[in-house]
């Protein structure tokens, strides 16, 4: 009987050391992720000095990850490709693609209810558009 405690104590030690190093885990990537995202900085596109062709860009805030092709013809954005887009709750953020082809800007409103997922995706587009291509 006293084995069987001791045995049953390590194992649920054990179990409670493994759910707290999850969660110390998941903490830790939650807190880089808030960061990363409050920290997105848009460079700002200057449409006039790019040439036709397709551009790339990604941006991987942890939880958050974002991959697209944008189509850029006659200094104009033509069209987004969302080529990726990890996220939990984040897809209503995609209309925020739109909004940019729409206002040839970064300067767009957010999706209210994925505002992280639509800065992620802006700062893809930037990243695109401000890189060799």
Not at 36 to 55: K, R
Not at 95 to 102: C, K, P, S
Not at 113 to 124: D, Y
């Amino acid at each position: 009987m006293f084995m069987n405690k001791k045995v049953f104590l390590g194992i649920a030690a054990f179990i409670v050391i493994i759910a707290v190093a999850f969660a110390a885990r998941y903490l830790y990537q939650l807190k880089k992720y808030k960061d990363m995202v409050s920290n997105i900085q848009l460079s700002g596109i200057n449409l006039s000095t790019l040439e036709n062709g397709v551009y790339t860009g990604s941006y991987n805030a942890v939880m958050i990850a974002v991959d697209v092709a944008v189509t850029v013809n006659n200094h104009k954005i033509e069209s987004i490709e969302l080529i990726k887009h990890e996220h939990e709750r984040g897809a209503p953020a995609e209309a925020v693609i739109d909004r940019v082809v729409e206002s040839q800007s970064l300067n767009v409103d957010t999706v209210s209810g994925a505002t992280n997922s639509s800065r992620v995706i802006l700062k893809a587009i930037d990243n695109a558009l401000n890189s060799e291509g």
